[in-house]
């Protein structure tokens, strides 16, 4: 009994002192293998950085390369930089020269072409006037005065109409765009021309005193119609200068033109009186 359990102890002993010895000796195993990792690793990292130290070799001639795509890229946005100061520089206003403006003396104008008129007008009003301080006067007798005052009275209608034809065939030959318009009116015209030249032969015949009041009734009616003419003639002429004053504008390159009549103040330094000029554009008209 004792002895089996002294081999029991014994081969206890024995097999943890194996194990023991096993354990030592397996050691040193596992270190080399270890070692052996280490020694791999180390040797990758050698190799990388052989690696890198092989792939900065080309480093200058990177850098060199780089510099001059970077050269060259600063010269483009330089370019770039111009273009867009030359471009800006074109689209830049122009400076604003300073406004020319001149006028018209549209009313000087009509009163210098209306002067033969007026002054025709005044000559005959004068002759009424005279025939009428005479029958006042008693120098001449009522039925001397009703026959000067009949051929007056035409002879003040002739003058009207003269006047209305002349202008209007004057504008028909200056102005192009209206020539159309007034030749029509100049035909519509004629039959009243024939009246007027009808009642001419009557007044100087001598009309009686029945009838006078036919005689004054168709004057007044003649009398109407050629005032309302010429206050159109008149508007047309006007607006023809007007249009005149323009083309010359245009030509001298003014930008504002205005009439006299509605200026407070003008200062010759600064406003160009054109008057002058659309005069030399109608001689026609200021013949006399």
């Known amino acids: 009994m004792a002895k089996r359990v002294f081999l029991m102890v014994l081969v206890l002993g024995l097999g943890f002192a194996g194990g023991f010895i ?20 180390l040797t990758d990292h050698v190799a990388g950085v052989k690696k890198a130290l092989a792939s900065l070799e080309d480093l200058p001639d990177r850098i060199a390369s ?19 100061e030359v471009t800006a520089a074109a689209l830049q206003p122009a400076p604003a020269a300073s406004l020319r403006i001149a ?7 009509l009163e210098e072409i209306f002067a033969p008129r007026a002054s025709a007008q005044e000559a005959y009003s004068a002759k009424l006037d005279d025939l009428r301080k005479a029958y006042d006067e008693g120098k001449v007798d009522k039925e001397t005065y009703t026959k000067e005052l009949v051929k007056l009275e035409v002879e003040g209608l002739r ?3 003269d006047w209305s034809l002349s202008l209007l065939r004057k504008l ?64 047309t002429l006007t607006s023809g200068l007007a249009k005149l004053a323009g083309e010359v504008a245009k030509e001298e390159g003014i930008a504002l033109v205005v009439q006299r ?19 030399a554009r109608a001689p026609e008209f200021f013949a006399g």
């Open 22 to 41: 096993g354990a030592k000796l397996s050691y040193p195993e596992d270190d080399i293998n270890l070692l052996r990792e280490d020694l791999d690793a």
């Open 66 to 84: 780089l510099e001059e795509t970077v050269a060259t890229l600063g010269k483009e946005v330089t370019r770039l930089k111009e273009e867009r």
């Open 172 to 235: 028909k030959a200056s102005f192009g765009e209206v020539a159309g318009v007034l030749e029509e009116l100049e035909r519509k015209l004629e039959p009243l021309e024939e009246e007027v030249a009808e009642l001419e032969e009557k007044a100087e015949a001598g009309v009686k005193e029945e009838e006078l009041q036919g005689f004054f009734q168709q004057y007044q009616q003649l009398q109407v119609v050629f005032q309302q003419l010429e206050q159109l003639l008149s508007q």
């Open 159 to 161: 003058l009207q109409v």
């Open 261 to 279: 009549k509605d200026l407070l103040f003008v200062d010759p330094g600064q406003v160009i009186d054109l008057s002058e000029k659309v005069k």
């Open 103 to 109: 006028y018209v003396d549209l009313e000087a104008l």
